[in-house]
């Protein structure tokens, strides 16, 4: 059975720190790329971050690069996301993915709230 498994979300004030995690089982992690996206309320699903199966090549969206560092650890299963100098506009649930070919599977979500 596929599981995705997202931890780490939460309330942080502007300019703190978190690190999202997404575990995953039922599926052979290391042949998978990853995506992290985000949704805000009232807003379009973005884009966050990307990595190849082998985590040699990433990218980050305009909006997040040089704050924001996606990782995976194929030994564990998991990927990561290190969101650092959170702002506001940050605030939205966090959503992990993985795809390879047409398979294609989602995490539940995990919500990331910045405010004083």
């Known amino acids: 059975q596929v599981q995705l498994v997202e931890s780490g979300g939460g309330l942080v004030q502007p300019g703190g720190s978190l690190r999202l995690s997404c575990a995953a089982s039922?599926?052979?992690?290391?042949?998978?790329?990853w995506r992290w996206y985000r949704q805000a309320p009232g807003k379009e699903r973005e884009l966050v971050a990307y990595?190849?199966?082998?985590?040699?090549?990433?990218k980050h969206a305009d909006s997040v690069k040089g704050r924001f560092t996606i990782s995976r650890d194929n030994g564990k299963n998991t990927v990561y996301l290190q969101m650092n100098s959170l702002k506001p506009e940050d605030t939205a649930v966090y959503l992990c993915n993985a795809w390879v070919g047409n398979r294609d599977y989602w995490g539940q979500g995990t919500q990331v709230t910045v405010s004083s």
């Open positions: 990595i190849s199966s082998e985590g040699g090549s990433t």
């Open positions: 039922g599926f052979t992690f290391s042949t998978y790329y």
